[in-house]
């Protein structure tokens, strides 16, 4: 049974790192240590109700891929990301104007670290989501943002690491770049 860490991130955040400071410094006065006790707790909470128990079951089924190159996930996961959505945990580091949260790295670094704890297979959905919201926000064009953000920050649409180099895999330390 996994149980989040909430009380030991609390104090990291605010003893050793100094939430309120950082937050000042960045911008976000809004961000007290009281809110982000909450935000982990409730992620805690879907963590171990909702996450944590598709762990075992879907690496035991894992995905499965069919002939029209469709992928199911295995049972529970799309329930477990629709109560994600739902909850607005998958709107975290979105800017407000494309329907997100805001809320700094810092803060859902750790809820990240709850989802990933408990079920890595499922909390990688939602990570490479948040890479490509990431990507889109410091990257794409005013016309792509709008037409690429929203969905994902609703969590109708998910993002993919897709790699070219088929004799690496996802081992990119075998291939060589230049600028």
Known sequence: MYEAPVDDYKFVLDEVIGLDKLMSATGHNEISIDLVEAVLSEAGKLA??????????GDQTGAT?????????????????????????TS??????????????????????????ANMAFALCHLLTQGQIYALQKSA???HQKLFIPPMVEGRWTGTMNLTEPQSGTDLASIKTKA
Do not use: C, K, Y
Not at 50 to 56: D, K
């Open 48 to 57: 171990a109700d909702v996450i944590a128990p598709l762990n075992h079951p």
């Open 65 to 89: 891929r069919h002939d029209d190159a469709s992928v199911t996930t295995p049972v529970g996961f799309a329930d477990a990301f629709a109560a994600m959505a739902e909850g607005g945990w």
């Open 92 to 117: 975290m580091e979105a800017r407000e104007e494309f329907g997100g949260q805001q809320l700094p790295m810092v803060v859902t670094t750790a809820v990240n670290e709850f989802w990933q704890a």
């Open 141 to 143: 064009s005013a016309e």
